[in-house]
């Protein structure tokens, strides 16, 4: 079955450390991929997407994210992190590529130390 | 641009009644809406898709009678929660694909927080 899996349930990272929020996918091909963020009482913002192409993409507040198709992996980074940026993060896979359904990982809380 | 709303953003109903909640796209149209529902802790699950002028597409396991949704309009979809129990009881977010996307990105309501009593 298609499933989404971030391993990660909730991470505490210091301002100014850098981050790195896993993600991986089941199903052999190559799927669209999402970063999204949730923060309390806010919808999803979109933060980075892989269609093609290059598989290093550069998101909004500074995120990147990396594809590796040999390892099934979509993983979000930055650099350092900033309080602002404690919130929930979401990897989303459309395994069809035809905009239909998105499925979702469990999220990880990311918590942000002074 | 692509902003999407929902109203309310959050009600509480008594056991056995309906609620309905509306989403909007309000800067563009949407052929396509999608609505989830959000336990607590819990990922999104895609409940329906919904095409502008015909009949959702539900998820296995959500039943169509109880979950109605309605996409009359480019820019408006309903879901109306009938006969709610405490159950029912959750986050509920659309989103929307805009007519012009080319790359399916969805755009996300803030969602609607539904208590049942």
């Known amino acids: 079955a298609q499933s989404v899996t971030q391993p990660d349930i909730h991470i505490t990272v210091s301002e100014g450390a850098s981050l790195e929020l896993r993600c991986n996918y089941s199903?052999?091909?190559?799927?669209?991929l999402f970063w999204y963020v949730q923060s309390p009482g806010q919808g999803l913002q979109l933060l980075l997407k892989?269609?093609?192409?290059?598989?290093l993409v550069q998101g909004i507040k500074g995120f990147e994210a990396e594809f590796k198709r040999s390892q099934s992996s979509f993983n979000l980074r930055k650099p350092s992190v900033h309080w602002s940026d404690a919130a929930e993060y979401f990897c989303?896979?459309?395994?069809?590529?035809?905009?239909?359904?998105?499925?979702f990982g469990k999220g990880t809380t990311l918590s942000v130390s002074s | 641009g692509a902003v999407v709303s929902q109203h309310p953003s959050r009600v509480i109903c008594k056991s056995g009644t309906s609620v309905k909640i509306e989403c909007r796209s309000l800067?563009?149209?949407?052929?396509?809406m999608f609505w989830y529902r959000q336990f607590p802790k819990k990922s999104l699950m895609l409940m329906a898709t919904?095409?502008?002028?015909?009949?959702?597409?539900?998820e296995q396991g959500v039943e169509k009678d109880k979950f109605l949704i309605n996409h009359a309009s480019l820019t408006l979809s309903t879901l109306t929660v009938t006969s709610a129990h405490p159950e029912d009881s959750s986050f509920y977010i659309c989103?929307?694909?805009?007519?012009?996307?080319?790359?399916?990105?969805?755009?996300f309501g803030p969602g609607t927080r539904l208590t049942v009593t």
């Open positions: 989103s929307a694909r805009p007519h012009w996307d080319t790359r399916y990105e969805q755009y």
């Open positions: 199903y052999g091909a190559t799927p669209y």
């Open positions: 892989y269609f093609s192409g290059d598989t």
């Open positions: 989303a896979v459309d395994f069809n590529q035809a905009g239909t359904a998105l499925i």
């Open positions: 800067d563009f149209q949407a052929t396509t």
């Open positions: 919904s095409n502008e002028g015909s009949k959702a597409t539900y």
